[in-house]
């Protein structure tokens, strides 16, 4: 996603009509998305800071309950190698599923492969790596994807899927995995490794390749072609899709069918999200500043519910299995900030994103829907 002061590589585009968000498919064309999902990567944190969570009648609850009566059946983990804030590292990431897996819900760990965001357009190695060769590389991605899969599996939380790599649009471990001139080898020989690490741990994980090509299906044809024309095994298509940034629902439709088709995988939209108000809870900017709102939808708490729908529907009649709310949790906590080298003093940028106020009260307009 576009966190706060992470390069914005993607051009804001007009949004379209809101009759179009209900977006036309033949008849026969029925589907149900299963995998209903929430990246709650933030939320550990808060919790230790002593947030509280309030579902739609007002009385304080466990946010995960919250999250499972709104229709969530899926949650997504962020990994990083060695975070300054110790948050979102192994041991974190091993604490936070056992409370997921309690709860019965299913998850996704998300490889940054990084001491910090790793997105579209920056793609750090951890200092552990930053001078290691692609040989060891290879080996680096191997070894620290099997040790975090065993370490969730011997506590009894194996992950249910896996992302090698967040938002790889151009590769990963730059400049070591980065696809330059059209050459996808490198980036193909770690995203290998990581695929037979992950299998070797736990043969029914998904592994899955993630993207923030909703924007253009002549991109995702380029990324997708490359890897499969070096022969990288993979389980899901993965996507972003912020409207204010990746168009429209339209063109949405058109690039998760033609993935679809094209690859012959479950394609899922691994993170989107809406505004609810264009205000600022706190001293560091939003992320989406509520300058560009999409398909008619207010920035209230019913425009972003109705957007998530939206989407949703769109997902769905395009026949994608899943979409994840990225950080409906990740309300305005002092301490909590986006920084991981600073995190108590850098601010949220997602404080009007999250599907709870500033108080912590759910929208309770937003669902997910099958």
């Given at each position: 996603?576009?966190?706060?002061?992470?390069?914005?590589?993607?051009?804001?585009?007009?949004?379209?009509?809101?009759?179009?968000?209900?977006?036309?498919?033949?008849?026969?064309?029925?589907?149900?998305?299963?995998?209903?999902?929430?990246?709650?990567?933030?939320?550990?944190?808060?919790?230790?800071?002593?947030?509280?969570?309030?579902?739609?009648?007002?009385?304080?609850?466990?946010?995960?309950?919250?999250?499972?009566?709104?229709?969530?059946?899926?949650?997504?983990?962020?990994?990083?190698?060695?975070?300054?804030?110790?948050y979102?590292?192994?041991a974190?990431?091993?604490?936070?599923?056992?409370?997921?897996?309690?709860?019965?819900?299913?998850?996704?760990?998300?490889?940054?492969?990084?001491?910090?965001?790793?997105?579209?357009?920056?793609?750090?190695?951890?200092?552990?790596?930053?001078?290691?060769?692609?040989?060891?590389?290879?080996?680096?991605?191997?070894?620290?994807t099997?040790?975090?899969?065993?370490?969730?599996?011997?506590?009894?939380?194996?992950?249910?899927?896996?992302?090698?790599?967040?938002?790889?649009?151009?590769?990963?471990?730059?400049?070591?995995?980065?696809?330059?001139n059209?050459?996808?080898?490198?980036?193909?020989?770690?995203?290998?490794?990581?695929?037979?690490?992950?299998?070797?741990?736990?043969?029914?994980?998904?592994?899955?390749?993630?993207?923030?090509?909703?924007?253009?299906d002549?991109n995702?044809?380029?990324?997708?072609?490359?890897?499969?024309?070096?022969?990288?095994?993979?389980?899901?298509?993965?996507?972003?899709?912020?409207?204010?940034?990746?168009?429209?629902?339209?063109?949405?439709?058109?690039?998760?069918?033609?993935?679809?088709?094209?690859?012959?995988?479950?394609?899922?939209?691994?993170?989107?999200?809406?505004?609810?108000?264009?205000?600022?809870?706190?001293?560091?900017?939003?992320?989406?500043?509520?300058?560009?709102?999409?398909?008619?939808q207010?920035?209230?708490?019913?425009?972003?519910?109705?957007?998530?729908?939206?989407?949703?529907?769109?997902?769905?009649?395009?026949?994608?299995?899943?979409?994840?709310?990225?950080?409906?949790?990740?309300?305005?906590?002092?301490?909590?900030?986006?920084?991981?080298?600073?995190?108590?003093?850098?601010?949220?940028?997602?404080?009007?994103?999250?599907?709870?106020?500033?108080t912590?009260?759910?929208?309770?307009?937003?669902?997910?829907?099958?």
């Open positions: 996603m576009k966190r706060s002061l992470r390069a914005v590589i993607a051009t804001a585009v007009l949004a379209v009509a809101a009759p179009l968000a209900l977006t036309a498919v033949p008849a026969h064309a029925a589907n149900t998305l299963s995998y209903l999902g929430a990246d709650v990567s933030t939320l550990q944190r808060s919790l230790d800071l002593g947030a509280k969570y309030y579902n739609k009648s007002g009385t304080a609850a466990d946010p995960y309950d919250i999250l499972r009566s709104a229709g969530v059946n899926y949650t997504r983990l962020r990994i990083w190698n060695n975070p300054a804030s110790g979102n590292n192994k974190k990431v091993l604490q936070q599923a056992r409370a997921i897996k309690a709860k019965g819900l299913r998850l996704l760990i998300d490889f940054h492969y990084s001491d910090t965001w790793a997105d579209p357009g920056k793609q750090y190695p951890p200092a552990a790596w930053s001078t290691h060769s692609l040989a060891q590389m290879q080996t680096d991605v191997y070894n620290y099997y040790d975090v899969c065993t370490s969730l599996k011997a506590q009894g939380t194996t992950p249910d899927s896996v992302q090698i790599g967040n938002e790889i649009n151009v590769g990963m471990l730059w400049p070591t995995g980065k696809v330059t059209n050459n996808f080898a490198p980036l193909a020989a770690l995203l290998k490794q990581g695929y037979n690490a992950t299998k070797a741990c736990n043969a029914g994980t998904q592994v899955w390749i993630h993207t923030a090509d909703a924007d253009s002549a995702a044809r380029w990324f997708y072609d490359g890897i499969r024309a070096q022969g990288v095994p993979w389980d899901v298509t993965a996507l972003s899709y912020y409207c204010m940034w990746h168009g429209t629902l339209a063109n949405l439709y058109n690039v998760i069918a033609d993935v679809k088709s094209r690859y012959g995988k479950p394609v899922v939209i691994a993170e989107t999200a809406y505004m609810f108000t264009k205000a600022d809870a706190d001293g560091t900017a939003n992320s989406i500043p509520g300058t560009t709102t999409c398909d008619g207010p920035a209230t708490w019913t425009g972003q519910a109705t957007q998530f729908t939206y989407v949703q529907n769109t997902a769905r009649n395009a026949g994608a299995v899943g979409v994840f709310y990225w950080e409906p949790t990740w309300y305005a906590i002092p301490g909590n900030g986006w920084d991981p080298a600073n995190i108590n003093g850098s601010g949220d940028g997602w404080d009007n994103m999250a599907a709870f106020d500033w912590g009260h759910v929208n309770p307009n937003i669902v997910w829907t099958p």
